[in-house]
């Protein structure tokens, strides 16, 4: 049949096939952390494009994080060619809407050409309004009330528990907020969202190709974006979600939970498929993982089983400082990779944190090791100031009423127009309802005078080295065709010369301005890596429907920006980066969804994981879940005796590691036999390392200060109070225990 002939099968075990299988048009796959959920979805994707003959262009597929969007379309190119990788509609659920609405966004009265606000964006902007007004609100937390506000209205979004009063200073925060916003033309994450809600729901035509919707993580959507899948999937009804309820970790976790239970309400004939066996690590690192999770009682349980044997034991680590932490987890990671000679590379280790502001005594230690290393989701590099500015420029640009951008740049670099003339500036635009742009122009070219006074000289430098360069560029801008793709580089480049940027940064900063001229040239060739990669246009562009008009936005550098701003992982991958191995850091929640063979999981210690200021101790512990099941093969907890807040405080270990999970760990380090290697190499797929290899890296890697073993001697007991070989199975049939959490 063509089941057993077919290779995209051949690699699954049962359950996966038939859920890679299922003629039934809604399939819901909830099974735990490894078991190959999103294997079986983007072997799915395969199967519908191969067997059913749905076209690539009419499948939607929503990930998570833009890291797991590619990986997904690497995996489908690899199996169905370049062609289909470029044509399905792949991506998180921000990039889609944002997609759909440049596309279609004129049939709701939308300017193709928006910009898009992002969170540091929208708080700036709350800032300003909260100041001029003098209400007396947390910038961040009137933010995410008017996202929630926003999601209002919505299927799933419940409503808040906690009854405040309404704030009626709030709401006109919220109303200005708007205001600014749609005078500059920029949709915000919620607005992305809801917006291309209101679109798929006046103007279905323009799903009405769309076959079938797959969505990754399904646990951590939110109610609006359950919405945009029921209307993504309105043509056809085909809809396949994957999850894992113990994995959810981005808060509103009754609405996640709602969400499951609302889609088997919603779409009664689902076929629920359990994925039981854990591929991705050892049974050992599966069964302290375990005990964490188990300690939520009212959790819906799920069998997982591992499929290799014992291992490595996992590592718990006391150690006196946080600084010692951060030196103890460079020796353990050289000794790691020393031991495995090459099988294992610096590439192969994730750190993994709760917060990225637990960064500074790891970064600090792999710096003085000199050990490199990459940022995943600290939004780390778009953030930094030189990188900003050139940001606003190219926003500017783009979208000249963008006038939180122009704003910015107005004295950058020093054009002596000072704060307060800026200020006037901005509430003279509002006043008279144009943008800063306009009324700057026709301050400038004398048309109208503005009533804020701007001495002459500076006038002049505001005329020629802000308006008229940006107006140059525009024009340049315009020009770009996507033959001549090298453009956006020039563009970028000569904005650079015209700035003489690089005087600037040696001007303004004199102590770091090599390095931050670096950042700059990092810039220019992630810009290069975005026109070489995926600024294609027919990557962007959704399929013809008939009688359905699409608006074609080739501006390349509408499209990279949009990128930034909605890049979750500003990583850099650049030839240089490539091939030298690099050590990952990221917070827990970036690394959602992903795999490393070596874990380190730092500053687990009560106040750090569960934080203090966490609301729901539950889903702190998920997410102390979700960072110990990234690991494949080798797993480090640790935890100082002071931590890193505060002047030394002393803090405890986490209480999610109970005594009991203590037990099952290693206490300082893990010894690297044979049989450990064996067992790792066969969990990766990889050839054990011959002796040679090992001894060959020894004299490179270690000075002689380095303490090359120092461990204790082998612990080679089985943990105490564990259960041998059985990973989890709990009673009941499915709907029992759905039932008996109260989910009907
Ligand atoms: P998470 O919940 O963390 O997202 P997941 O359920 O999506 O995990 P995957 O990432 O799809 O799991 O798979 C985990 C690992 O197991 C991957 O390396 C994958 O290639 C491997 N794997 C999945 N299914 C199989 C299988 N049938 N045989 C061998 N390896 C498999
Ligand atoms: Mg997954």
Redesign the pocket.
Known sequence: TAQAENPILR???AA?RRAVTSNASTVAIL?G????????LTSRVVWLVQQTGYQPSDIVVATFTVKAAREMKERIGKVLGPECERKIVLGTFHSIARRYLSAYGKHIGLDSKFGIADDGDSRAIIQRICKRHDFNIDPGFARSWISKKKAKGHATEPASNKKQPENPSLNECYREYQEHLERSNLLDYDDLLVRCVELLREYPACVSNIQAVLIDEYQDTNGIQYDLMKLFAQARQRITIVG?PD?SIYGWRSAEIRNLYRLLRDYPETDEISLEEN??SSQSILDVSLTVIQQDKKRYQKVLLPVHTKGARPVLRKLKSSAAEGDWIVSEIKRAVMMFGDMLTYEDVAILLRSASLSRHIEAALGKAGLAYRMIGGHKFYERKEIKILLDYLRAIYQPDNNDAIARIINVPRRGIGDTTIKRLIEEAEQQKMSLWSLLRKHCQGTRKATTKILPKMEQKLNTELLRLISNLQTQAQQITENSQQDLVSLIEKLLSQLNFKQYLESEYPEDHEQRWQSVQEFLSLANDFVRDSANLEDELLPEIENVDQVKDDSILGRFLANVALASDAQKNDDGAEKKSLITISTIHAAK?L?WPIVFVPSVYAGSIPHSRAEDLDEERRLLYVAM?RAQVLLYLSCPLYGSQGMGTKVELSPFVSPFASAAFAKQGTSFNRPVLEVVAKILGRDLPSEKAIFAKLPAMFSPEDNLFPVDPVDTRDAEGLDDSEGYRPKGTKRQRLNNQGYN
């Open positions: 690699s699954l075990n996966q099974a952390p490894g078991s190959g959920k999103t294997h079986t894992d994995q591929y991705r969804g795999e099941t």
